[in-house]
């Protein structure tokens, strides 16, 4: 692979999940791959939560240019084109996705909500290192696929494995 595919991880907000896995996979990727998120509909003025900044900087993850937005940002004729969307909560996987350009392949990697409820700070942050853990065990499978599995006939198949894994 000579240019890196282009991953686009959805979720809600765009607070929590969706961006452990930008960073995550930016951090991981090498090349190969250029990670971006964005949320269905994030709240106005929405940030990536404080918690999921911390364990990316305690992981030795960056957190420069993290933020949240709107996934119109992605379907807007001058995005980048996605070669691959992952939806990584439930709420963003049921709902209608706008027509992305170029066709780009689809997977739903399911990771519950580490900011949902009302648990103390020291319950979420687990939670946040939990999920942060289970993220990147599923992108390490993604990362070493053989290049034939990132083809883009193959493509959607390979990522619809993983989330099972």
């Given at each position: 692979m000579t240019t890196p595919l282009n991953v686009l991880f959805l979720c809600t907000h765009n607070s929590a999940r969706s961006i452990l896995a930008e960073a995550l996979?930016?951090?991981m990727a090498g090349?190969?791959?250029k990670a971006w998120s964005a949320g269905s509909s994030p709240r106005d003025n929405q940030?990536?939560?404080?918690?999921?900044l911390q364990v990316l900087q305690k992981a030795g993850v960056s957190t420069e240019g993290l933020r949240s937005k709107s996934w119109d940002e992605f379907a807007a004729p001058d995005a980048p084109t996605?070669?691959?969307?992952?939806?990584?909560?439930d709420n963003a996987a049921g709902e209608v996705c706008p027509i992305w350009p170029g066709h780009p392949a689809t997977a739903h990697?399911?990771?519950?909500d580490p900011s949902e409820g009302d648990a103390p700070d020291s319950e979420k942050l687990?939670?946040?290192?939990?999920?942060?853990?289970?993220?990147?065990r599923r992108l390490d499978l993604l990362i070493n696929l053989p290049?034939?599995?990132?083809?883009?006939a193959v493509l959607q198949t390979?990522?619809?494995?993983?989330?099972?894994?």
């Amino acid at each position: 692979m000579t240019t890196p595919l282009n991953v686009l991880f959805l979720c809600t907000h765009n607070s929590a999940r969706s961006i452990l896995a930008e960073a995550l996979l930016n951090a991981m990727a090498g090349g190969r791959f250029k990670a971006w998120s964005a949320g269905s509909s994030p709240r106005d003025n929405q940030q990536p939560h404080p918690l999921g900044l911390q364990v990316l900087q305690k992981a030795g993850v960056s957190t420069e240019g993290l933020r949240s937005k709107s996934w119109d940002e992605f379907a807007a004729p001058d995005a980048p084109t996605m070669d691959l969307i992952i939806t990584v909560c439930d709420n963003a996987a049921g709902e209608v996705c706008p027509i992305w350009p170029g066709h780009p392949a689809t997977a739903h990697w399911g990771f519950a909500d580490p900011s949902e409820g009302d648990a103390p700070d020291s319950e979420k942050l687990e939670a946040f290192r939990q999920t942060l853990h289970l993220i990147k065990r599923r992108l390490d499978l993604l990362i070493n696929l053989p290049a034939d599995k990132l083809e883009k006939a193959v493509l959607q198949t390979s990522a619809r494995e993983l989330a099972g894994k």
